[in-house]
């Protein structure tokens, strides 16, 4: 009996077995070969994790390689809500971190998806206390922030990114195309708590930077620009300011100034009217600047010549029912001197000689009345009426530069256009686009838009404009040593109700280049509605002359001017001692070295030579003699600031 029960189960027991065996080869058929494939593919996702490679944006940097922005790391902040077991006191740590209202973090806790951001972009001091918050469930991502190492040097040209470090101004816009990265992924595995481990072989996609975009624009030109706009704007009481400094051989821009400054690192603290590039969107009356284009007209045309005489009216003339004034009374004056004069009456009159389809072409020819095409976004073409749509006044309007408007980047590639023997170049910001090993892929090239007037009409227009800043309304651009050619404008504002203009509104504006027989720098100043003085050879043509002067001071500066930069001639130095000095740039960028330096040894050298080091210097010299220094007082070797006046013997024969 016993044995029976005993054989019964052990029957029993192997049936079991079989049983169990015959399912567990059937799940195993199920598994491995029926589904295989998606067991394995949730094996996968169970213990392995796609992650992104986030790619850099590329640099944007100036002629000379310095960076104007970059790319920096910082951490953001985000959760799965559905994770979150006390919401209400992580709201609390992360308010108390970021200074920013409980609620708000309260409210992204409570989004039903399992994906939030919480805060993006995070300084990292600011990140680095997180870390003691003891915050399990919140998780920590490394993001690409946008800085600008020069904070607003350059901000409305620049322009800036959004949250996803997307161009949205400037030429983050405009070039985006080429700065812009391309993120990749990579597998990861992670263990059972779903923290990540060693990466899976090599990325199935690489994440690609962005290419670095260089410009033509010269840092150190920019942040004097910048400055001396800064200080006119305080010193006449002004509501704006804009300056460009440019090649007039290529149409580089070294060079695109406005203030009220703007600084990209700190987009949402700054007015959004200072986020607006003036010199490409301001459009404007340039006033007397535009009395070029009629000089220029009548002379290429041959009827006139510039010691023709003009008869000014005496200061008053009708027009079409109204009447035109001068600010000064003149007789009879010379086409030069109308321009030296800066006489309305007598631009209207050269602009009536030209006639006025004749005047229409080269208004257009000088690339008025449309976009300069430099590339960047928000490029104002200004305004300018057809011929079969003026008024029997706005002939003698539009010669005195009222009744039309154009951007101050208009108006300066205009001058380029005389500067450069007739040519209009087409004005350009970028100068080549490099990988981030330097790879050179693209290189900007001067383009010729058209020849406006002839070499002999360019050539004798910069000499009237040389005599406007010798001894005419621009004398206070004049820097002695330097030939510049140059021209005020004056431009009463529209009042607001649009009957007439406004006296006490004006924009005084000066445009000018030099060398003026060979020209390679030329800069634009216009200041919108100065309170303190309404003239524009008091107000822009002294800002033109700080810009200037101070960029010649920089040693690597291609320009010198005559007879060792500052035209020393020695037969009037013994007489009496002669006092040259440069003016101190004020912003550290822009200088050199910290202000103090090594007096360096002149002794043994021409004067002018001496006078030249000296200058560069930035070191005061008085002269006593001619001919070889023999004496110097400081020493050399000495420690000496910029300013110090260095005394300077010299006498004939020691050579």
Same mark, same amino acid.
């Given at each position: 009996?016993?044995?029976r029960v005993y054989v019964a189960k052990l029957y029993l027991v192997g049936l079991i077995i079989v049983i169990v065996?015959? $399912?567990?080869?059937?799940?195993?058929?199920?598994?491995? %070969?029926?589904?295989?494939?998606?067991?394995?593919?949730?094996?996968?996702?169970?213990?392995?994790?796609?992650?992104? &490679?986030?790619?850099?944006?590329?640099?944007?940097?100036?002629?000379?390689?310095?960076?104007?922005?970059?790319?920096?790391?910082?951490?953001?902040?985000?959760?799965?809500?559905?994770?979150?077991? +006390?919401?209400?006191?992580?709201?609390?740590?992360?308010?108390?971190?970021?200074?920013?209202? #409980?609620? !708000?973090?309260?409210?992204?806790?409570? *989004?039903?998806?399992? $994906?939030?951001?919480?805060?993006?972009?995070?300084?990292?001091?600011?990140?680095?206390?997180?870390?003691?918050?003891?915050?399990?469930?919140?998780?920590?991502?490394?993001?690409?922030?946008?800085?600008?190492?020069?904070?607003?040097?350059? =901000?409305?040209?620049?322009?800036?990114?959004?949250?996803?470090?997307?161009?949205?101004? @400037?030429?983050?816009?405009?070039?985006?195309?080429?700065?812009?990265?391309?993120?990749?992924?990579?597998?990861?595995?992670?263990?059972?708590? @779903?923290?990540?481990?060693?990466? $899976?072989?090599?990325?199935?996609?690489?994440?690609?930077?962005?290419?670095?975009?260089? %410009?033509?624009?010269?840092?150190?030109?920019?942040?004097?620009?910048?400055?001396?706009?800064?200080?006119?704007?305080?010193?006449?009481? /002004?509501?704006?300011?804009?300056?460009?400094?440019?090649?007039?051989?290529?149409?580089?821009?070294?060079?695109?100034?406005?203030?009220?400054?703007?600084?990209?690192?700190?987009?949402?603290?700054?007015?959004?009217?200072?986020?607006?590039?003036?010199?490409?969107?301001?459009? $404007?009356?340039?006033?007397?600047?535009?009395?070029?284009?009629?000089?220029?007209?009548?002379?290429?045309?041959?009827?006139?010549?510039?010691?023709?005489?003009?008869?000014?009216?005496?200061?008053?003339?009708?027009?079409?029912? @109204?009447?035109?004034?001068?600010?000064?009374?003149?007789?009879?004056?010379?086409?030069?001197?109308?321009?030296?004069?800066?006489?309305?009456?007598?631009?209207?009159?050269?602009?009536?000689?030209?006639?006025?389809?004749?005047?229409? +072409?080269?208004?257009?020819?000088?690339?008025?009345?449309?976009?300069?095409?430099?590339?960047?976004?928000?490029?104002?073409?200004?305004?300018?009426?057809?011929?079969?749509?003026?008024?029997?006044?706005?002939? /003698?309007?539009?010669?005195?530069?009222?009744?039309?408007?154009?951007?101050?980047?208009?108006?300066?590639?205009?001058?380029?256009?005389?500067?450069?023997?007739?040519?209009?170049?087409?004005?350009?910001?970028?100068?080549?686009?490099?990988?981030?090993?330097?790879?050179?892929?693209?290189?900007?090239?001067?383009?010729?838009?058209?020849?406006?007037?002839?070499?002999?009409?360019?050539?004798?227009?910069?000499?009237?404009?040389?005599?406007?800043?010798?001894?005419?309304?621009?004398?206070?651009?004049?820097?002695?040593?330097?030939?510049?050619?140059?021209?005020?404008?004056?431009?009463?504002?529209?009042?607001?109700? @649009?009957? =007439?203009?406004?006296?006490?509104?004006?924009?005084?504006?000066?445009?000018?280049?030099?060398?003026? #027989?060979?020209?390679?720098?030329?800069? &634009?100043?216009?200041?919108?509605?100065?309170?303190k003085n309404h003239w524009a050879g008091q107000v822009a043509a002294p800002t033109f002359k700080r810009i200037i002067?101070?960029?010649?001071? !920089?040693?690597?500066?291609?320009?010198?001017?005559?007879?060792?930069?500052?035209?020393?001639?020695?037969?009037? %130095?013994?007489?009496?001692?002669? #006092?040259?000095?440069?003016?101190?740039?004020?912003?550290?960028? /822009?200088? *050199?070295?910290?202000? =103090?330096?090594?007096?360096?040894?002149?002794?043994?050298?021409?004067?002018?030579?001496?006078?030249?080091?000296? *200058?560069?210097?930035?070191?005061?010299?008085?002269?006593?003699?001619?001919?070889?220094?023999?004496?110097?007082?400081?020493?050399? =070797?000495?420690?000496?600031?910029?300013?110090?006046?260095? !005394?300077? #013997?010299?006498?004939?024969? %020691?050579?």
């Amino acid at each position: 009996m016993k044995e029976r029960v005993y054989v019964a189960k052990l029957y029993l027991v192997g049936l079991i077995i079989v049983i169990v065996w015959l $399912f567990l080869t059937n799940r195993l058929i199920h598994i491995q %070969l029926l589904n295989g494939k998606t067991y394995l593919r949730k094996s996968k996702r169970q213990s392995e994790q796609r992650i992104s &490679l986030r790619g850099k944006r590329g640099n944007i940097l100036d002629r000379n390689g310095v960076s104007l922005a970059v790319d920096i790391s910082t951490r953001s902040l985000a959760a799965n809500p559905m994770e979150i077991e +006390h919401p209400a006191k992580v709201a609390a740590c992360l308010s108390t971190l970021t200074e920013k209202p #409980e609620s !708000l973090f309260l409210r992204r806790l409570k *989004h039903k998806g399992s $994906f939030v951001w919480l805060a993006r972009k995070l300084d990292w001091k600011i990140a680095r206390r997180l870390d003691s918050l003891n915050l399990t469930e919140i998780r920590e991502i490394e993001e690409a922030k946008r800085n600008y190492p020069l904070g607003s040097v350059a =901000g409305q040209l620049i322009g800036g990114t959004d949250v996803d470090n997307r161009g949205i101004e @400037g030429v983050e816009f405009a070039f985006d195309k080429y700065l812009r990265s391309t993120n990749g992924w990579a597998v990861s595995g992670v263990d059972a708590w @779903g923290r990540k481990l060693s990466i $899976f072989g090599n990325s199935p996609k690489g994440a690609r930077d962005g290419l670095n975009v260089v %410009l033509t624009i010269d840092s150190r030109y920019q942040a004097i620009a910048e400055e001396e706009l800064e200080a006119a704007v305080r010193r006449f009481d /002004a509501k704006a300011a804009t300056a460009l400094i440019m090649n007039p051989k290529t149409g580089e821009v070294l060079a695109m100034a406005s203030v009220p400054s703007y600084d990209p690192n700190h987009p949402a603290s700054c007015n959004p009217g200072n986020r607006k590039n003036r010199a490409i969107r301001d459009c $404007f009356e340039p006033g007397s600047i535009f009395k070029v284009v009629a000089i220029s007209a009548v002379l290429e045309e041959g009827l006139r010549n510039p010691t023709d005489l003009i008869f000014c009216e005496n200061g008053k003339m009708k027009v079409a029912g @109204g009447t035109i004034h001068d600010w000064h009374s003149y007789g009879w004056l010379t086409l030069k001197d109308v321009i030296k004069h800066s006489s309305n009456i007598g631009a209207i009159k050269i602009a009536q000689a030209v006639g006025e389809k004749r005047f229409y +072409h080269y208004i257009r020819a000088f690339g008025f009345g449309t976009r300069t095409g430099i590339g960047l976004p928000g490029e104002a073409k200004g305004i300018v009426h057809h011929p079969s749509s003026w008024s029997k006044r706005s002939l /003698a309007t539009i010669a005195i530069g009222q009744e039309i408007s154009a951007t101050p980047l208009q108006l300066a590639t205009a001058y380029c256009a005389i500067a450069n023997g007739g040519y209009l170049m087409k004005p350009y910001v970028l100068k080549a686009i490099s990988s981030k090993d330097g790879k050179l892929i693209k290189e900007q090239s001067p383009e010729v838009v058209r020849k406006v007037v002839s070499e002999k009409t360019a050539r004798t227009v910069t000499e009237i404009l040389c005599d406007v800043v010798e001894s005419g309304t621009g004398v206070e651009a004049k820097i002695e040593g330097f030939s510049i050619a140059g021209k005020t404008g004056t431009a009463q504002k529209s009042r607001q109700n @649009g009957r =007439g203009y406004d006296p006490q509104k004006v924009i005084c504006s000066f445009v000018g280049f030099l060398p003026a #027989e060979e020209p390679q720098l030329l800069c &634009l100043v216009s200041i919108d509605e100065p309170q303190k003085n309404h003239w524009a050879g008091q107000v822009a043509a002294p800002t033109f002359k700080r810009i200037i002067s101070r960029i010649l001071s !920089l040693n690597d500066c291609p320009i010198r001017g005559k007879s060792a930069t500052l035209a020393v001639r020695t037969d009037s %130095l013994i007489s009496s001692p002669l #006092e040259m000095q440069t003016r101190n740039q004020s912003r550290a960028y /822009a200088d *050199h070295g910290d202000g =103090g330096h090594l007096m360096p040894r002149v002794t043994g050298m021409s004067l002018r030579e001496a006078v030249d080091l000296l *200058h560069r210097q930035r070191i005061k010299v008085k002269i006593v003699g001619t001919g070889v220094v023999r004496r110097q007082i400081p020493p050399a =070797g000495v420690k000496v600031k910029a300013g110090t006046v260095c !005394l300077i #013997e010299a006498e004939n024969g %020691l050579q």
